[in-house]
C-alpha cells in the first residue's frame, strides 16, 4: 500500500491549508482513509477518517467544525481542507489507510511519508 501525502507548508493563524494523499485504486476502494499528525515530543493524534463507502466519518474533536475529509474517486486521492488554523496544529500530518475501525483506537493499518504544516502565531 503505498500513500503520498502533499500540500504541507507554513500559514498564519487563521489561516487554511489543503493536505492531499494519493493512493492505487485498489486501497483506495478496499480501506478506511484518514489522516493523523504527531507534533515533537507528543504522540500521534487521530485527526479524521472516512470509509471506504464514503459513508461514514468520523472527527476528532480538537479538529471538528475547522477541518474537513473528502475524497475524489477519479483520482484516488483524499483531502483534509484545514480551516481556522492554530499554532497548536504545527505537526507532520500523515496519511492513512486501515482495514476495519482499529484507527479510532490509535491503529493504522498503513501510512505513508508525512508532510510538515506549520502554523506561525
Known amino acids: 500500500v503505498q500513500l503520498q501525502a502533499s500540500g504541507g507548508g507554513l500559514v498564519q493563524a487563521g489561516g487554511s491549508l489543503r493536505l492531499a494523499c494519493a493512493a492505487s485504486?485498489?486501497?483506495?476502494?478496499?480501506?478506511?482513509m484518514g489522516w493523523f499528525r504527531q507534533a515533537p515530543g507528543k504522540e500521534r493524534e487521530f485527526l479524521t477518517a472516512l470509509t471506504w463507502s464514503g459513508g461514514n466519518t468520523y472527527y476528532a474533536d480538537s479538529v471538528k467544525g475547522r477541518f474537513t475529509i473528502s475524497r475524489d474517486n477519479a483520482k484516488n486521492t483524499v483531502y483534509l481542507q484545514m480551516n481556522s488554523l492554530k499554532p497548536e496544529d504545527t505537526a507532520v500530518y500523515y496519511c492513512?489507510?486501515?482495514?476495519?475501525?482499529?484507527?479510532?483506537?490509535?491503529?493504522?493499518?498503513?501510512w505513508g511519508q508525512g508532510t510538515l504544516v506549520t502554523v506561525s502565531s
Open positions: 492513512f489507510a486501515s482495514d476495519g475501525v482499529g484507527y479510532l483506537r490509535g491503529k493504522y493499518d498503513y
Open positions: 485504486a485498489r486501497t483506495f476502494s478496499r480501506y478506511a
